[in-house]
C-alpha cells in the first residue's frame, strides 16, 4: 500500500533545512519498547469527531494561522503531506483538512500522526468510542477504509499501541508535536518510510558532525586570537 493523491510524500532530501534542536539529538538515542505513556482520553461521541483527547502538553507556544500551511516532523525536516484528497472526496486529512498533520492551539486533540489504517485498527478504534470508519460530513470527514492516510490523534495511536493495535505511519509526514507523547524510537518500529527517514536522519547527522567541526575551529581560532 502506498499513500493516496499526496503530491509530496517524502521530504526533498537535496533541500533538507538544517534543523539541530535538542529534542532530535535526544530522540536518536536508544529507547525501549517497553515504554508506556500515560493517557487520559476522552470518548467521543459519534457526532463530535474533534471532542477526542484531553492532553497534558504546553500548548501556548503555536502559531495557530502558520500550523495551517508549515510545520516539522519528528526528523526535525520540513512536513510532508499526508494525503490531501482521500479516495477521491475531495477531503484531505488533518485538523486544518489541507492534507498535513499539522497542528496548532486549536487543535487541542493534537491530530498530528500520519498513519495507513487496517481493518482491525479501525475495528479497534470504534471499540474504544472513536469511530472513524462512518462518514461525517458536517466535519468534512469521509469515514475512513483499509489503506486509507490521516491524521491520528497522537494520544490515540499510544492507546492503540497500548492495546497492540497501533496502525502503521509514515515518520515524515508526522508533526512533530507527536514527540511530546511518543519517543521517535517506538514510530520507528512502525515507520512505513523508514528507509527513507533513515537516510534522512544520516544525513542531519553528517550535517551536525560538519557543523561541530566548524565549531571547534573557530573557537579554535578565537582562542589563538587572544593568547
Known amino acids: 500500500m502506498i499513500k493516496e493523491s499526496c503530491s509530496n510524500v517524502m521530504a526533498d532530501h537535496g ?32 457526532t463530535d469527531a474533534f471532542k477526542t483527547t484531553q492532553l497534558s502538553a504546553e500548548q501556548g507556544d ?26 477521491d472526496s475531495g477531503i484531505g486529512t488533518g485538523f486544518y483538512r489541507n492534507g498535513f498533520c499539522s497542528t496548532g492551539d486549536n487543535d487541542v486533540g493534537r491530530h498530528t500522526v500520519c ?45 492503540a499501541y497500548n492495546a497492540g493495535k497501533a496502525p502503521k505511519l509514515f515518520l515524515q509526514s508526522t508533526h512533530e508535536k507527536t514527540l511530546d507523547f511518543i519517543p521517535l524510537d517506538v514510530m520507528k518500529v512502525f515507520a512505513i518510510d523508514v528507509k527513507e527517514s533513515t537516510s534522512v536522519i544520516n544525513k542531519l547527522n553528517l550535517q551536525r558532525s560538519q557543523l561541530n567541526e566548524i565549531m571547534k575551529k573557530e573557537i579554535s581560532n578565537n582562542d589563538e586570537a587572544f593568547q
Open 15 to 46: 533541500g533538507l533545512r538544517m534543523r539541530i534542536v535538542v529534542l532530535l539529538l535526544a530522540s536518536l538515542t536508544p529507547t525501549t519498547l517497553a515504554w508506556v505513556p500515560t493517557l487520559n482520553i476522552m470518548h467521543p461521541s459519534a
Open 115 to 159: 498513519v495507513q489504517v487496517t481493518d482491525e485498527f479501525l475495528s479497534y478504534s470504534k471499540s474504544v468510542g472513536n469511530d472513524l470508519s462512518t462518514p461525517l460530513p458536517e466535519y468534512l470527514f469521509p469515514g475512513l477504509k483499509e489503506g486509507d492516510c490521516w491524521c491520528l490523534c497522537a494520544q490515540r495511536w499510544a492507546q
Open 62 to 87: 503555536d502559531d495557530t494561522s502558520a500550523a495551517k500551511y508549515s510545520g516539522y516532523n519528528v526528523l526535525g525536516t520540513e512536513l510532508s503531506c499526508c494525503c490531501s484528497n482521500v479516495r
